[in-house]
């Protein structure tokens, strides 16, 4: 029988119990909890929530990294509940939507966004009570209870015996659709256990490792966290992207997972020295002076900055995932690695390809989408995850992509974004005839042919009409996070091209002519 993740981290806690398992940053001071603190209090937060009947029930999390986010995550879903991590920055309306999509009966939630709790309860019937990650709890009868009140009612209670099943949902995390609405991957104990086992790397227990992607995904989620506790690294948080290189310097880390935006940017930072000092100094200053791995996935890296950063000391190694797939399904390892490649399959991957697209079956691809039949069996056609990726192996069995099948817009910083999911709401105003958001590495742009109705009513005036439609983005990018909000806007003259089923076609989103004879 495989192992699942409590009995991997049960096995690292047994070998770690000293070692430092978490660092954190408080008032730019350094602080840190054991391998064997951190286990004892997610057995106390396992027990609270079984106390509370919380057993299969659906936990959702909305905050930033933090000691306790993490201790939550894992006392979920080692206590066999089902996880559901969110992303904090998304508006509050669609978070209350996702709430309501996972059917949670539950959340833990950082003190940051304690405003939108009653909100979330006014739209969200099933959601029985909230633990707030830090801070205080609410008048009794709130059903908003601070974090300390479950781990005093599990200090008192003993485990239940009940044993998770490798089948079991373990988590639900939703992703960018290409339907224009997010999709909830329901990953089972055995998807995450085999990714983590598969993902073949040794580190000596301790290793430092600075965590800088958001905790909601699952590259960050699996690889930062449950790989390296399995390790028996010590996992040190990044409070802020902004703060990433001062903490480089505070933390001392020798490896890091990063998306490529993040390597571009170290790599203007190194590249913006002085020539005359070296290197090695360089580097010292800008990472600290023990880095010498990135793992980098979530979007395709320039090959020019893996060369870069070997002058300077530090290996970097990509690798390709997606959320289906738990995340990994392939990397480049230290020992065995080709640049320009995504590195070969793990060992528990089948790949295979049909038209150019990679299709990928295993023991880490996921169990489905959550409530969502059709675009399940959409995506599992004939028993093989169907990517949207276009690739090849080559005669070294190193998988390459050269291009995408699906809409998705995949951004430098690895976020993974719904065009339709954002047209629908652009699309919403009177003003908006037809819409097509589109992608560059660095961020979104909408192309809007004004509804020309509306337009006439107005006024023909060019000028105005580019910034009520600027008036209408602007609108929608307050309630964004920074990764989803639209900086470029074309204003067409024309409709859009479209098929014979009279589907806009996307790939000739810039041509702008009237009766254009390739409709």
Not at 100 to 113: G, M, T, V
Not at 333 to 355: A, C, M, Q, W, Y
Not at 386 to 407: A, M, Q, S
Not at 418 to 424: D, F, G, L, R
Request: glycine letters at 10%; a negative charge; aromatic letters at 6%.
């Amino acid at each position: 029988m495989s192992m699942l993740i409590g009995e991997i981290l049960d096995n690292s806690v047994r070998e770690h119990r000293d070692v430092t398992a978490v660092q954190w940053l408080k008032k730019r001071e350094v602080y840190g909890e054991s391998y064997g603190e951190l286990w004892e209090r997610i057995g106390r937060i396992r027990r609270g929530l079984q106390e509370k009947e919380m057993k299969g029930k659906h936990i959702a999390l909305i905050g930033s990294s933090s000691p306790e986010w993490i201790e939550s995550y894992l006392a979920v879903i080692t206590g066999g509940s089902v996880a559901v991590p969110l992303d904090a920055g998304l508006p509050a309306e669609d978070l209350e939507e996702l709430l309501n999509r996972s059917d949670s009966e539950a959340l833990f939630i950082s003190e940051k966004n304690r405003s939108m709790i009653p909100g979330i309860f006014s739209s969200c019937p099933k959601l029985k009570q909230i633990w707030m990650l830090h801070g205080k709890g609410e008048k009794p009868g709130d059903r908003v209870f601070p974090l300390a009140q479950l781990l005093e009612e599990g200090e008192r209670a003993e485990d239940q015996k009940e044993r998770v099943r490798a089948e079991d949902i373990a988590t639900i995390i939703y992703t960018s659709g290409t339907t224009g609405k997010s999709k909830g991957v329901m990953l089972t104990q055995e998807n995450l256990a085999q990714n983590v086992l598969s993902v073949t790397i040794s580190v000596k227990p301790g290793t430092k490792v600075l965590s800088v992607l958001p905790i909601h995904h699952a590259f960050c989620l699996v690889m930062d966290w449950l790989k390296g506790f399995s390790l028996g690294a010590t996992l040190c948080i990044n409070d802020s992207f902004m703060h990433m290189v001062r903490n480089m310097g505070i933390f001392r880390p020798e490896m890091m997972l990063m998306v490529p935006m993040m390597i571009e940017t170290l790599y203007k930072k190194l590249s913006m020295a002085d020539a005359s000092i070296s290197k090695k100094a360089v580097a010292g200053a800008v990472f600290g002076p023990d880095l010498h791995t990135i793992f980098t996935g979530g979007a395709h890296l320039d090959p020019f900055y893996i060369g870069k950063f070997e002058e300077y000391g530090v290996q970097v190694l990509e690798g390709y995932g997606m959320s289906e797939c738990s995340p990994v399904i392939s990397t480049n390892s230290v020992e065995d690695h080709k640049t320009g490649s995504i590195g070969r399959p793990l060992s528990n991957v089948e790949v295979s390809f049909e038209n150019g697209e990679i299709l990928v079956r295993g023991s880490s691809v996921m169990k489905g989408y959550y409530k969502m039949p059709q675009e399940t069996k959409e995506a599992l056609r004939g028993g093989w995850l169907h990517t949207g990726d276009k690739g090849y192996l080559d005669e070294d069995g190193f998988l390459f992509i050269n291009g995408r099948v699906k809409n998705l817009i995949i951004l430098s910083n690895g976020e993974n974004i719904s065009p339709e999911e954002i047209e629908n709401k652009i699309g919403l105003d009177p003003l908006v005839g037809e819409v097509i958001i589109t992608g560059e590495d660095q961020g979104l742009s909408a192309h809007i042919y004004p509804e020309q109705a509306v337009v006439e009513a107005m006024s023909p005036d060019e000028q105005m009409i580019h910034k009520k439609l600027q008036d209408v983005l602007d609108k929608y990018n307050k309630k964004q996070p920074t990764y989803r909000q639209i900086t470029g806007l074309v204003v067409r003259k024309n409709p859009f091209v479209r098929n014979a089923t009279g589907k806009i076609v996307r790939a000739k989103v810039n041509i702008d002519e009237a009766d254009d004879q390739s409709r």
